[in-house]
């Protein structure tokens, strides 16, 4: 490697499929003190920075790649795939009022932007606020409303109604999720069970109302 250049090592480090691979190509990058300072601008080091913090996530190493989005920050900190990132790293590493923080961050500036009302509806979800998830669930654009992605949220969104006992408004959104999407497994079988719990629920209050009359 040491005739390589920084430019090869980043063609390399985003060509190569281990993480591992790709963290000691930026560690070469960033390590190389004759690397060019026009190529190699603040913008470029912090785009560094926060795919070698991808590559410790996907390792599962959420307090090295906190630190890495951090540094990627301290270039360019308006940067909302490193604040999504970071998000995401703190949702794992159970900080989620932190991880709230970056979501609420990138919607103060990109309010349309799905993933984030998804990621944050799932945080939300994760700490039992329901309601405040079902709210972010449905930020999510309407054109969309044929896609996958969209059969997912609607599933998310059933499962919060679950949650809080609303088998109905569950069942409702399972039924969307299948009309997008007939062989959603998980959707099959929520729908089975909001459909039991609405009628069981529905039963106890028409035996309580008996009960009352009487």
Known sequence: MENDTPEEW??????????????????????????????????????????????????????ESMDCFERSLR??????DVWYNMGVALFNLERFEESLNCYNRILAIDPRNDNVWINKGDVLAYTGRHMEAIDCYSKVHKEIELDCKFAIVWNKKGLAYLDLGLYENAAECFSKVLSIDPEHVGAIENMRLAVEEAKIKNSLAVQAQSHTIR
Not at 28 to 46: G, K, N, Q, Y
Not at 75 to 80: E, H, L, Q, T
């Open 75 to 80: 270039y360019n900190k308006n940067d909302i």
């Open 10 to 63: 980043f063609k390399l480090a985003f060509d190569a499929e281990e993480p591992e691979e790709k963290i000691e190509y930026f560690d070469l990058i960033l390590d190389c003190e004759t690397r060019d300072p026009v190529l190699w601008s603040d913008d470029a080091l912090a785009l560094i920075w926060n795919n070698k913090g991808i590559a410790y996530t996907f390792m599962g190493m959420y307090t």
